[in-house]
């Protein structure tokens, strides 16, 4: 083929096909993979407007599709190994029904009508994360299906057919649950006797699940390798790390300095231009007084891009209606309980709006993507200006930038850091994760998206996040971050044996309970404790990278001084 980014689809029989497994990421597009007899897999094929479903329901309307009893979102191809199933197939009924002792896992998530047609659920995915979490609990209605009848006689006279199968038959089609999960809260009473002798007794004592003790002792190591923080950084203190014409004199001090106590609310909108790299530490307040000049001009000309669209223009510009829709969608849900954007009409909500929709012409390739609300509202909360706060948020995409794109890799490889750095500092845990089918370390999907932003109060996330930025001990500190949440609570984890939807509960409830000063001592202790074996664990090239100290997005290959 010329096009190499392009593959072509041979007709594959269902006869070689062994399952399709659906994929319905929090962020980006849906796509399956086919999975043939031989145990050869072919790439994914997605789908960028919606599809997933017709697709699903198509096939289902040739084969018989049963859905995985170990993975929600792998439907078995023909799977006739259940003998009541091979039954029914062989009866081919006026309706496909799938019978078996245990109900179906729920609907997927990404069957929604809104995200089959490319569009986002009211439900928002970065707190309840039922794209993360796999799967809706959809409520399923009672069918009145005339098959019903004849699908009874069938079986109370088909010779086959035991007193297993009626009992069975009679609970999916008279006694269908008003949720996917009602057969287990209703007791013995709905279960068959086949079930019922594998049903845990009221009268037998649950021990409790010994818990595998932490290898590093987490808070004997904090007390040992992590220093006590300090109170943020003042007026006072930060004029001794300027000279008389503004330049920072020690960048490594003063991030440093940064790193172990944070910054003062009214140094903020200074200090972060430099965090950043949308000033440079050897710039002048002159200097740094001209950049704003510029930076404000170029601005408004990329501004200017989109408000000069006319309506007629709108019209046939598809991509721009859809971005400014998503964008104004979320504007308005963006940290209203914060005074700065909270009430009706506030100009706020307008900056955010601007900042946000001239990013996606800024970055025309990367766009607008739901998360990114939430990561220019501190930045707007301090500099109080669309233009700085929009050159700040282009310098902060440029390190998280790449958790946005369409193929995710930018988080799969913070995903696949994290679970190497706990397989190091935690061999037990991540083993744990191991036996949940947890390694894919999606619980900690919105922590690392978000920056901990949903996790923790306004301020402490400003505080956090400049500790991140000044990369002292390493730019990836956030992982380390994770590995210290998770270890925190490994006994509970643990010792409750918490499955993947249990545990994605759990860590989303942390909202709120969080210490970020302990979190901090310990993600530091873990940090050089873990030294050379942890940068190691970590891929090149990811996210985020370092900035340029040299005035604007630096290139950290090029500057050893930075750390």
């Known amino acids: 083929m010329q096009d190499m980014n392009l593959y072509t689809i041979r007709a594959v029989p269902f006869a070689d096909v062994r399952s399709i497994r659906r994929h319905t990421p929090a962020f980006g597009w849906q796509y399956i993979i086919v999975v043939l007899s031989s145990g050869l897999a072919f790439p994914p094929l997605y789908f960028y407007n919606g599809g997933v479903r017709e697709f699903v329901a198509t096939v289902k309307q040739h084969v018989v599709l049963l859905r995985s009893a170990e993975h929600a979102n792998v439907f078995l191809v023909n799977d006739f190994q259940n003998p009541l199933q091979r039954t029914l197939s062989s009866l081919e009924l006026p309706r496909a029904v799938s019978l078996s002792i245990v109900p179906s896992t729920p609907v997927s998530g990404g069957e929604s009508a809104s995200q089959e047609n490319g569009e986002r659920t009211d439900v928002d995915v970065l707190d309840g994360s039922p794209s993360i979490r796999q799967f809706y609990r959809r409520e399923r209605q009672k069918v009145h299906d005339p098959a019903r009848d004849i699908s009874m006689q069938l079986l109370e006279k088909f010779s086959l057919v035991t007193k297993f199968a009626r009992e069975a038959t009679s609970q999916l089609f008279w006694e269908t649950p008003s949720n996917a999960f009602s057969l287990f809260e209703r007791g013995s009473s709905n279960l068959s006797a086949i079930d019922s002798s594998q049903k845990p007794r009221d009268d037998v004592l649950e021990l409790p699940v010994p818990v595998p003790p932490d290898p590093l002792e987490l808070d004997k190591l904090s007390l040992a390798w992590g220093k006590p923080r300090q109170p943020p950084l003042g007026l006072e203190e930060w004029a001794t790390f300027l000279d008389s014409e503004g330049r920072v004199v020690d960048s490594k001090a003063l991030r440093k300095r940064i790193f172990y106590g944070g910054v003062e609310h009214k140094l903020r909108k200074e200090v972060w231009e430099i965090l950043l790299g949308y000033q440079s530490y050897e710039s002048t307040y002159a200097e740094k007084e001209y950049q704003r000049s510029n930076r404000k001009t170029e601005y408004e000309i990329i501004k200017n891009q989109w408000q000069s669209i006319s309506p007629e ?61 939430d990561l220019l509202s501190p930045i707007l909360f301090v500099m109080e200006d669309e233009s700085e706060s929009f050159w700040c948020f282009v310098a902060l995409m440029e390190r998280l930038g790449p958790n946005f794109n369409r193929d995710q890799n930018g988080m799969h490889s913070q995903l696949f850091a994290l679970s190497k750095l706990v397989e190091l500092l935690d061999a037990p845990l991540h083993n744990y994760f191991k036996q949940k089918d947890c390694l894919n370390y999606f619980i900690c999907f919105r922590w690392i998206l978000l920056q901990f932003k949903r996790e923790l109060e306004y301020d402490q996330t400003m505080r956090l996040w400049e500790v991140l930025w000044t990369h002292h001990l390493s730019e990836h500190l956030h992982l380390y971050v994770c590995v210290a949440l998770l270890k925190r609570y490994r006994g509970k984890i643990i010792g409750e044996q918490m499955e993947f939807d249990t545990l994605l509960k759990f860590i989303n409830e942390l909202s709120g309970h969080i210490d970020i000063d302990v979190t901090l001592r310990d993600a530091e202790a873990l940090c050089l404790c873990a030294g050379e074996n942890g940068s190691a664990c970590i891929p090149p090239g990811t996210p985020p990278s370092l900035p340029r100290e040299d005035g604007f997005l630096f290139n950290s290959e090029l500057d050893d001084t930075v750390l």
């Not at 019209?315 to 963006?334: A, C, H, S, Y």
């Not at 955010?352 to 739901?370: A, I, K, R």
């Open 313 to 373: 223009q709108e019209k046939r510009f598809t991509k721009f209606r859809e971005r400014k829709g998503l964008i104004e969608k979320d504007v308005v849900r963006t940290d209203r309980s914060i005074s700065f954007y909270g009430g009706d009409g506030n100009a706020n909500l307008s900056f955010l709006h601007n900042v946000l929709l001239t990013y996606s012409f800024y970055n025309f390739d990367l766009g607008y993507c739901q998360g990114m609300s």
